[in-house]
């Protein structure tokens, strides 16, 4: 340790917090267990997602038919522009929502049909990879 010199230094550092970088919010969006809402005192399934580079926390909801369920979208990310596109089978739900860095939209449906429904962001910077393709999906469960 003593005799590593400063350029080794670096490098393991870049590796390791550029390793975790890439890692950690994939690891997000793919967690195996729901988040299961229950509604709130007025009958409403409230959830909060946040939306970073490049995941959704939670990845995973599951609500129940016959409740309204808002979501609000949360856009933690300085700069980066990011949205919320799910699976127009769901009645009345407005399929493509953009929330730009740092804002916040509240999305209100109300679930019918149960199914799983699929969620992305299909946002991409030129000709890199879309965040779909960096792990940035998630899925709704409609019991
Ligand atoms: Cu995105």
Not at 48 to 67: E, K
Request: proline share 8%; hydrophobic share 40%; charged share 20%.
């Amino acid at each position: 340790m003593e005799r590593r010199t400063w350029p080794a230094r670096v490098l393991w550092l870049v590796l390791v917090t550029g390793g975790m970088a890439g890692i950690v919010p994939a690891a997000a969006s793919e967690q195996l267990e729901p988040v299961v809402l229950e509604p709130d005192m007025d009958g409403v399934q409230r959830a909060v997602i946040f939306m970073n580079s490049y995941a959704f926390t939670p990845g995973h909801l599951r609500v129940q038919t016959g409740a309204p369920v808002e979501i609000r979208l949360e856009n933690r990310s300085w700069l980066i522009p990011h949205n919320f596109i799910i699976d127009s089978s769901i009645p009345d739900i407005q399929r493509t929502v953009n929330v730009t860095a740092g804002e916040s939209v509240t999305v209100r449906f109300l679930p019918e049909t149960p199914g799983t429904y699929g969620f992305y962001c299909d946002k991409r910077l030129l000709f890199f990879p879309s965040h779909r393709e960096k792990g940035m999906e998630g899925r709704l469960e409609v019991r």
